[in-house]
Nanobody, 126 residues
Framework: QVHLVESGGGLVEAGGSLRLSCVAS????????VAWFRQAPGKDRQFVAA????????DYADSLKGRFTISRDSAKNSVYLQMNSLNPEDTAVYFC???????????????????WGQGTQVTVSS
């Protein structure tokens, strides 16, 4: 079983950048699809970005393309989320999630993921 730990969140001014990390232990992420989701207070969990290991595939929420970049490091068994040009609407808890076989449609769906990290808070001040 994979265990995920996120880090890198914090308080940043509007226009700033943050890089979130998701480090996996227990099993290699090469067997999984991995995604970032976020959840703001009072809102549903929202898909942010996803990556598959065994094929060259990344996916982004349409509204975040161009500002957020997901990447992976096999040697470190980790996934990263580079977030640029942050604005207060990006304030949320950001979660890393992993699952086995996922279609390119399922990869955007939170309920398709069986393994979740504890989340890291991102707060963007105006």
């Amino acid at each position: 079983q994979v265990h995920l730990v996120e880090s890198g969140g914090g308080l940043v001014e509007a226009g700033g950048s943050l890089r979130l990390s998701c480090v996996a232990s227990g099993r290699t992420l090469s067997d999984y699809g991995v995604a970032w989701f976020r959840q703001a207070p009072g809102k549903d969990r929202q898909f942010v970005a996803a990556v598959k290991w065994r094929v060259s595939f990344t996916d982004y929420a349409d509204s975040l393309k161009g500002r957020f970049t997901i990447s992976r490091d096999s040697a470190k068994n980790s996934v990263y989320l580079q977030m640029n040009s942050l604005n207060p609407e990006d304030t949320a808890v950001y979660f890393c999630a992993a699952s086995g076989v996922l279609t390119n449609t399922q990869i955007r769906t939170a309920s398709a993921y069986v393994i979740w990290g504890q989340g890291t808070q991102v707060t963007v001040s105006s």
